[in-house]
């Protein structure tokens, strides 16, 4: 990894590429010397001196070795990164994390929690794969049911749901604060306050809200919140972060002992970051731009609404630095082409990746546009410029007649047998209420 001058310089190699973005084009993506990147939700650009660190470091380690480097690293690998993630995240110091990345660490504490045959585990529908692949593996081990929160018409969470069905019985509840699919705000403090008395273990995912907007696990009152560290915090890749409550950490730290580390290039990087968005925000506390660019949120989403044919992905009274949207008759993934061809980078956003969300909107696919804290006005209009002639070019195109094809006739298909009946469900016992949740042994 070579250090460039600029985090300019750095965005235009990295994300201005057709190889890093797929495209078929073999021309610089950018030709107005700079390329929009509304992608910080994916991957934010490091600033200049976090990507020179990472860079030294990496370097160091190659001519020295990695022991030589942990032991260069010492104070800031196991302090000084802890205590600018407990002052991030409004928690003690000793009861932060560093991991690889947040699901990886929310797959790790579940893998250790033993809920009672039938007890109840609460999640959302804009919760991430990853995290459903993991409650749903602990459905299947302990015989526990998973229960998906209601919506309200506006696409909120149905809080007045949450206080009737409460009780003891819950053990988990999973919540996402922002998710990647689209920009809501799910209101975590106030879930919290509904879940303080009780004993479930509240988790909470900050991966997409942790660096643009605050966050404060200790008014959120969770047990456990996670994120990625290469988001809108712009950091390295493969480091994120957790904080356990302090009964959790010894069932983390056991199932975490056998996951891999980050790299402490990494873990430097991460810290560097901290302390430049910690000095970010001192110097603008309530800037009309925010941390992560959301005073140009309202312009991001003109742009769009601007483009013929394109409908808004918005659920939710609240809303982040991340716009979703689509087009009613061009793929997500020609749209995200032809724009990182002209030098504006956006990602397209599947289905599969919160699959109890997108689909219920009626889309399989979107795109997904963030912001940042080095996004200008100036990016916003040319993104909107650049949108407006895509779908124009590629709406023209295909309504231009094409020769007919003459196509074999298909072969007749097999008659599919009737799937068996499926029995109705009954009412399901409840265990009597208890105060704790088991956790596994360790082994």
Same mark, same amino acid.
């Given at each position: 990894m070579n250090a460039t001058p600029s985090s300019t310089d750095h965005r235009d190699h990295t994300y201005g590429t057709d190889h890093a973005y797929g495209t078929d084009r073999t021309e610089p993506a950018d030709q107005e010397g700079r390329t929009v990147h509304l992608d910080t939700a994916g991957w934010g650009a490091m600033?200049? *001196?976090?990507?020179?660190?990472?860079?030294?470091?990496?370097?160091? #380690?190659?001519?020295?070795? &990695?022991?030589?480097?942990? #032991?260069?690293?010492?104070?800031?690998?196991?302090?000084?990164?802890?205590?600018?993630? $407990?002052?991030?995240?409004?928690? &003690?110091?000793?009861?932060? *994390?560093?991991?690889?990345?947040?699901?990886? !660490? @929310?797959?790790?504490?579940?893998?250790?929690?033993?809920?009672?045959?039938?007890?109840?585990?609460?999640?959302?529908?804009?919760?991430?794969?990853?995290?459903?692949?993991?409650?749903?593996?602990?459905?299947?081990?302990?015989?526990?049911?998973?229960?998906?929160?209601?919506?309200?018409?506006?696409?909120?969470?149905?809080?007045?749901?949450?206080?009737?069905?409460?009780?003891?019985?819950? *053990?988990?509840?999973?919540?996402?604060h922002v998710p990647s699919g689209c920009g809501i705000v799910n209101p975590v403090e106030e879930i919290g306050q509904i879940l303080a008395p009780y004993r479930?273990?509240?988790?909470?995912?900050?991966s997409y809200s942790v660096g643009q907007l605050?966050?404060?696990?200790?008014?959120?009152?969770?047990?456990?919140?996670?994120?990625?560290?290469?988001? @809108?915090?712009r950091g390295p890749y493969a480091v994120g972060f957790a904080f356990l409550a302090p009964r959790l950490r010894a069932a983390f730290?056991?199932?975490?002992?056998?996951?891999p580390l980050p790299p402490n290039a990494a873990v430097a990087g991460l810290n560097a970051a901290l302390a430049h968005h910690t000095a970010t925000a001192t110097a603008t506390p309530d800037g009309p731009d925010g941390p992560a660019g959301q005073g140009l949120l309202p312009a991001l989403r003109a742009a769009v609404e601007?483009?013929? $044919?394109?409908?808004?992905?918005? &659920? $939710?009274?609240?809303?982040? !630095?991340?716009?979703? @949207?689509?087009?009613?008759?061009?793929?997500?993934?020609?749209?995200?082409?032809?724009?990182?061809?002209?030098?504006?980078?956006?990602?397209?956003t599947v289905a599969q990746e919160t699959p109890l969300h997108l689909p219920r909107s009626g889309a399989t696919t !979107?795109?997904?546009?963030?912001?940042?804290?080095?996004?200008?006005?100036?990016?916003? *209009?040319? @993104?909107?410029r650049v949108l407006r002639e895509v779908v124009r070019e590629e709406t023209a195109g295909a309504q231009r007649p094409r020769p007919a094809r003459t196509l074999p006739p298909a072969?007749?298909?097999?008659?599919?047998s009737a799937p068996a009946p499926v029995p109705p469900a009954g009412p399901r016992p409840r265990p009597s209420a208890r105060r704790h949740l088991t956790l596994c042994p360790t082994p």
């Open positions: 600033p200049a *001196a976090v990507r020179a660190l990472v860079a030294d470091c990496a370097s160091r #380690e190659d001519r020295y070795g &990695p022991h030589e480097l942990e #032991e260069d690293l010492e104070d800031v690998l196991r302090t000084e990164v802890h205590e600018r993630l $407990g002052a991030l995240l409004g928690v &003690p110091a000793a009861d932060t *994390a560093v991991v690889t990345d947040a699901a990886g !660490a @929310f797959d790790a504490l579940v893998s250790r929690l033993a809920p009672g045959r039938g007890e109840r585990v609460w999640t959302t529908p804009y919760e991430s794969a990853a995290r459903l692949t993991a409650l749903y593996a602990l459905r299947d081990r302990t015989r526990c049911t998973v229960e998906v929160v209601p919506l309200r018409e506006d696409g909120d969470l149905d809080l007045e749901w949450m206080v009737r069905h409460i009780d003891d019985d819950v *053990a988990l509840v999973s919540v996402v479930c273990v509240y988790a909470v995912d900050a605050p966050v404060d696990a200790g008014r959120i009152g969770c047990q456990l919140l996670t994120g990625d560290g290469w988001r @809108f915090l730290e056991d199932a975490a002992a056998h996951r601007e483009c013929p $044919g394109t409908e808004l992905i918005t &659920p $939710g009274r609240v809303q982040s !630095a991340i716009l979703a @949207f689509r087009h009613r008759d061009l793929s997500a993934a020609l749209v995200r082409r032809r724009l990182a061809a002209r030098g504006v980078v956006l990602w397209k !979107a795109l997904r546009a963030s912001l940042g804290p080095d996004t200008t006005p100036q990016d916003i *209009a040319r @993104f909107g072969p007749t298909p097999a008659l599919a």
